[in-house]
């Protein structure tokens, strides 16, 4: 059953904390992405990777860091220096770039520092 | 720059009656386009992309969108509306690279 899974659903940190967040695919997708979303924002792109052992920052990269070590597993980071780390967090792949081709996200991980 | 504009944060309707989305977006060559729907506490959902042909396309659960390139829109659409599509509703632009840009998304509350 083909898919990407996130996890854990619920995080809980203490503030001043590293966090890491697990996304693993078994699409055999190239590309993967971690979007952050807030209430009334939308989604806003935080990595992304275009292939193993590569990957770019997006427009909100400050306060996080990524590792792209194997095809299947994108895990995020989420480290003291975010001020405002408290968030719903998405991971989505795409097959890969130059086609047509829509990206695929998993449940998502609920993140509460306090 | 690539934009995205949904331009509804909030919309009501009654189950039975007929649904529009909007989405409006810059882009200087054609894009693609795409909705998907995102109930509470879970991942996005696609519902139908548009990446060339014919500009009126066909999704799951039965919406449909139109692609126009004049009013540059591509609005969700849906006859009769369900008590099951209350949910949030985000348009997103790609490019054939690696960067989507997505709506800040339109909440649907069904009224029954």
């Known amino acids: 059953d083909g898919g990407i899974t996130q996890s854990p659903k619920y995080l809980f940190r203490k503030e001043g904390q590293n966090v890491t967040l697990s996304c693993e695919q078994n699409?055999?997708?190239?590309?993967m992405y971690w979007y952050r979303q807030d209430p009334g924002q939308g989604l806003r792109l935080i990595y992304y990777?275009?292939?193993?052992?590569?990957?770019q920052k997006g427009d909100i990269a400050e306060g996080y860091s990524v590792s792209r070590e194997k095809k299947e597993s994108f895990p995020l980071t989420v480290t003291s220096a975010q001020k405002n780390p408290t968030a719903f967090y998405l991971c989505?792949?795409?097959?890969?770039?130059?086609?047509?081709?829509?990206?695929?996200f998993g449940p998502g991980t609920r993140l509460t520092v306090t | 720059a690539q934009s995205v504009t949904q331009p509804d944060i909030h919309i009501t309707v009654s189950e039975g009656a007929s649904l529009e989305l909007r989405c409006n977006y810059s882009?200087?060559?054609?894009?693609?386009l795409f909705w998907y729907v995102q109930s509470p506490g879970q991942g996005l959902q696609l519902l139908l992309k548009?990446?060339?042909?014919?500009?009126l396309v066909q999704g799951i659960k039965g919406f449909e969108a139109e692609f126009k390139r004049s009013q540059s829109s591509f609005n969700l659409r849906k006859p009769s509306v369900h008590w099951s599509d209350a949910a949030e509703y985000f348009c997103?632009?790609?490019?054939?690279?690696?960067?989507?840009?997505f709506g800040t998304g339109t909440r649907l509350k069904v009224l029954a």
């Open positions: 989505a792949t795409l097959r890969s770039a130059g086609g047509p081709y829509e990206q695929y």
């Open positions: 699409l055999n997708h190239d590309a």
């Open positions: 990777s275009q292939i193993v052992n590569d990957f």
């Open positions: 997103a632009v790609g490019s054939g690279t690696y960067k989507y840009i």
């Open positions: 548009y990446f060339s042909g014919d500009t």
């Open positions: 882009y200087g060559a054609t894009p693609y």
